[in-house]
């Protein structure tokens, strides 16, 4: 399955809600998560079966979506946001993740 | 706390063999499944491997079928990736990863560079 994420780059200020899509080749009911990375870092989880909050993670993410179609939302961007974004789908082997999204200050 | 620690990581020429380790604590190890991803410089993320809980199922991406086997050893709570023929396009860091269905601890990671 193919993981598709837009945009590839995302210019946004402090406080600006941001969105980010990632569309799959074929249905994955669902079985998709959210990343966060930042440089030198290991990923951390999100978002997870495309709308659960993982413990932990502020409430200003949120994440939505259904089929092939999935959005991961900021609502209101912070400056510990600045990142890259990836999404993943475990539906089945092998599992993808999307290319993924720099969120970068404007 | 959950950790997951790997190590083995280092140079290897093309053609090499490496060993990775994983060592967990904090959870019960025997329990979980535990995934391989990696990132290649610059790159984003490719899963790699993953183990079920009593190495009864194993599934490979296609760019390591063949090339690398994951095992795990619930005694000593570790897993393991053992990776033949190495290619240059095998440098990456590799993190493992626990899967309770998502993938919810990541370790630091260990960097693998193959090359001459």
């Known amino acids: 399955i193919q993981m598709t994420q837009s945009p590839s780059t995302l210019s946004a200020s402090i406080g600006d809600r941001v969105t980010i899509t990632c569309r799959a080749s074929?249905?994955?009911?669902?079985?998709l998560a959210w990343f966060q990375q930042k440089p030198g870092k290991a990923p951390k989880i999100l978002i997870y079966?495309?709308?659960n909050l993982e413990s932990g993670v502020p409430s200003r993410f949120s994440g939505s979506g259904s089929g092939t179609e999935f959005t991961l939302t900021i609502s209101s961007l912070q400056p510990d946001d600045f990142a890259t974004y990836y999404c993943q789908q475990y539906n089945i082997y092998p599992r993808t993740f999307g290319q993924g999204t720099t969120v970068e200050i404007k | 706390e959950v950790q997951l620690v790997e190590s083995g990581g280092g140079l290897v020429q093309p053609g090499g063999s490496l060993r990775l380790s994983c060592a967990a604590s904090?959870?019960?190890?025997?329990?979980?499944?535990m995934n391989w991803v990696r990132q290649s410089p610059g790159l984003g993320l490719e899963w790699v491997s993953y183990i079920s809980s009593t190495s009864g199922t194993m599934h490979y991406a296609d760019s390591v079928k063949g090339r690398f086997t994951i095992s795990r050893d619930n005694a000593r709570s570790e897993v393991y990736l053992q990776m033949n023929s190495l290619r240059d396009e095998d440098t990456a860091v590799y993190y493992c990863a626990r899967d309770p269905g998502k993938l919810d601890y990541w370790g630091q990671g260990t960097r693998v560079t193959v090359s001459s």
């Open positions: 079966a495309a709308s």
């Open positions: 904090g959870f019960d190890f025997f329990a979980y499944s």
């Open positions: 074929q249905t994955i009911n669902n079985w």
